[in-house]
């Protein structure tokens, strides 16, 4: 059960927005940014990035809901991302996308300055300050909606198959400022 | 040498937001909406929640700015703040602040529910739904400001006594969207 109540029945973050409409909008605003507003990265690498790091910080409804946005948006689909998830170094990806997703674990993992091999690695592939920068702020802005979703201790789908497709289909058609279910 | 190259010479966040004021206006709405807007948490409390957090995950200069904004909006000034980032558990706050202070610690610590113990000590002490909510809320977004600042290797003011008194001044005035230096 969540530590705090819930206004509508619904699971993760969604029954957060709709419990607290004021704070809703500005997080809201921020993942459209992020996630689909200019950047030399895709939506759908984007949105790799953003499944990868709440897969690593074992936020289960993020990872799976992000996952399943990023197959939606992506050539390879949800084969794409399950390899991207179990490992990166084996995940048929290009290096520039390999070494950021390294530099969104380094931001991840510790309050602290990404290694200089990291993003020498991103460069030598090819990343430029914007890919850099809009990592970085995507895995920090992870760190901040996983702890939100967890340390409240929300709920996950009853049927998670079915949940996460008709989010995808609304995200992606409408973005996250669209209206919410 | 920050990891980007930073338009403006402005240590701290302060040269990304001028970097990049298309991310710039989301995160400044969002601090706006947590540390300002409505919630049954004073602006000095939210900010020393702020300040605390940024003070465990070591980031510098997020822990001095919102010490020093923190200090500017509560009655024990700069002495109070000093005595809760150095121990909450003897600084002389009130049981309910203490005891948000320790759930903010747990949601900054891991991504994982915040303990029953510590929501019960909090609600014990006072602490309704809104408090938790938004300690919670605050807690998470500075493991994402302070993940930004120092995973992208941001430099620290060269004289921060004079750098973070005048930052104090104009947020506690104008907030996180009025005009920035």
Known sequence: MPHVS???PVP??????????????PLMLLAETLLRGPSP???GER??????VSERNACRYCADSHGAFAAEQLDGGEELV??????????PIDAR???????ADEVRAEVAPVS??????????GAQDADLHDTVLIAAAFCMYNRYVNGLGTELPADPGQHYRESARRIVTHGYLGQRA
């Open 12 to 25: 993760g973050i969604g029954g957060l927005l709709a419990t607290r409409p004021d704070t809703a909008q």
């Open 97 to 103: 996308l390999r070494a950021l997703l390294q530099v």
């Open 47 to 52: 949105e790799l990035i953003a499944a990868y």
């Open 41 to 43: 990265l895709s939506r």
């Open 116 to 125: 200089d091999e990291a993003v020498a690695a991103a460069r030598a592939a």
């Open 6 to 8: 819930i206004k509508a």
């Open 82 to 91: 399950k390899a991207v998830l179990t490992d990166p170094s084996t995940a």
